[in-house]
C-alpha cells in the first residue's frame, strides 16, 4: 500500500468515525434537553474491510429507558 492509498484510507475513516459522532452527539443532547439522564459508554469495533460498528452499553433509570 503507498504512502497515498494510505493517507485516502485514514481522510475514508476520520469521516466514518466523525459523521456517527455527530449524530450520537445530538441524541445525547436531545436527551438532556428532555431530562433524560443516562451513562454509560460506546465503542466503535472496525470489520475486517476497515468500516466500523458500534456497540453501546446505557445505564439509566427504568422509568427513562423507555424514552432514550
Known amino acids: 500500500m503507498g504512502a497515498s492509498s494510505f493517507s485516502r484510507q485514514a481522510d475514508r475513516n476520520s469521516c466514518l468515525v466523525s459523521y ?13 434537553r428532555q431530562g433524560l439522564r443516562f451513562f ?5 469495533e472496525p470489520h475486517h474491510d476497515g468500516t466500523t460498528h458500534a ?8 422509568e427513562d429507558m423507555a424514552r432514550i
Open 20 to 32: 456517527p459522532n455527530g449524530v450520537w452527539a445530538c441524541a445525547r443532547d436531545k436527551c438532556h
Open 40 to 44: 454509560g459508554m460506546r465503542v466503535a
Open 55 to 62: 456497540h453501546l452499553l446505557i445505564f439509566a433509570r427504568p
